[in-house]
């Protein structure tokens, strides 16, 4: 098997667990990595069998259901460091030793509780997959990729006691003094929020704070944003305009008019419409806050 091979078996990998998470309700997490494995085939699925559920495997070949196809941000660690032994290795086995490797040294406590429970050694479940790959049983931990800032994706923002309260002061001048009294569409939401993201973002940035801090901040800035819209007007802050989790903002939906007939396009046209749909959007933006400058004169821009 090649090494480009076996990326792509590492990827069905992750497609497997994550239908597993989905038939469970679940959002995926490194245990649903090791499910696939004990429920495959080999030496790796052997050495864990008595982890086995008894229940076959999913295999959807899209995401089928919402919200919960979003990757937790350990998921994505556990699959980014089997990729990245993987890349550095350059073994010609089978990604489920990679896999396996990427799983004991993340020390999840909720894999290391599933393989304690089966009565496994974690330690000869190492050496099992390092003995498969060709390397020394004596590797050190292997380093795993940096995890997403606290507050973005499905990781919890940090404490709010715990944060920069002259920070938080700033963030707080900025919310005492939104314009609210000139929203009167979901599109002008949209421009505040946009802007209110950016503003924040300069602002925290010029501060001596790390990652997790800086986004943290953000985090409880956006939410105290969009509760203090849906104060003064519900009917322009639905429910679910904004996913404080992952950082991002979507208020309005922008539909097209269905087309009698398909228009034939010159493949130089490709991505005009993304491209003049952004120009609408910063120009929209632009705008509110040309208009909403006055409201802004005493907030803290740095």
Same mark, same amino acid.
């Given at each position: 098997m090649?090494?480009?091979e076996t990326r792509g078996e590492l990827k069905r990998l992750m497609v497997r667990a994550f239908a597993v998470a989905d038939a469970s309700g679940e959002s995926p997490r490194p245990l649903h990595f090791l499910t696939v494995l004990a429920e495959g085939d080999g030496p790796i699925a052997s050495a864990l069998s008595s982890l086995k559920s008894g229940r076959p495997v999913a295999r959807p070949t899209a995401p089928t259901s919402?919200?919960?196809? +979003? +990757? +937790?941000?350990?998921?994505?660690?556990?699959?980014?460091?089997?990729r990245d032994?993987?890349?550095?290795? /350059? +073994?010609?086995? /089978?990604?489920?030793?990679?896999?396996?490797?990427?799983l004991?040294?993340?020390?999840?406590?909720?894999?290391?509780?599933?393989?304690?429970?089966?009565?496994?050694?974690?330690?000869?479940?190492?050496?099992?997959?390092?003995?498969?790959?060709?390397?020394?049983?004596?590797?050190?931990?292997?380093?795993m990729p940096r995890v997403t800032p606290a507050g973005t994706l499905d990781r919890s923002a940090l404490p709010l006691g715990d944060l920069d309260k002259a920070a938080w002061a700033q963030l707080q001048a900025r919310q005492d003094r939104l314009p609210l009294r000139r929203l009167r569409t979901a599109a002008q939401v949209g421009s505040l929020l946009h802007l209110e993201d950016r503003a924040a973002l300069k602002l925290l940035n010029k501060l001596e704070m790390d990652d997790d801090e800086r986004y943290s901040l953000l985090h409880y800035h956006r939410a105290q944003v969009e509760q203090l819209v849906r104060a003064f007007n519900a009917d322009l802050a639905p429910a679910d305009s904004i996913q404080p989790a992952s950082g991002r903002v979507a208020v309005a939906n922008y539909t097209r008019r269905p087309r009698s007939r398909r228009r034939r396009r010159f493949r130089f046209t490709v991505g005009w419409d993304t491209w003049f749909s952004n120009r609408r959007v910063g120009l929209r933006d632009r705008w509110f806050w040309l208009r909403t400058l006055p409201d802004y004169r005493r907030a803290p821009q740095r």
């Open positions: 090649s090494a480009g919402g919200h919960r196809w +979003s +990757s +937790s941000y350990l998921f994505r660690q556990t699959y980014g460091a089997a032994l993987l890349d550095i290795r /350059g +073994s010609l086995a /089978g990604p489920e030793g990679y896999l396996l490797v990427a004991i040294d993340q020390r999840d406590p909720e894999v290391a509780a599933a393989i304690s429970n089966a009565g496994l050694d974690i330690s000869a479940l190492r050496a099992v997959a390092l003995n498969l790959l060709g390397i020394p049983d004596d590797l050190p931990p292997i380093a």
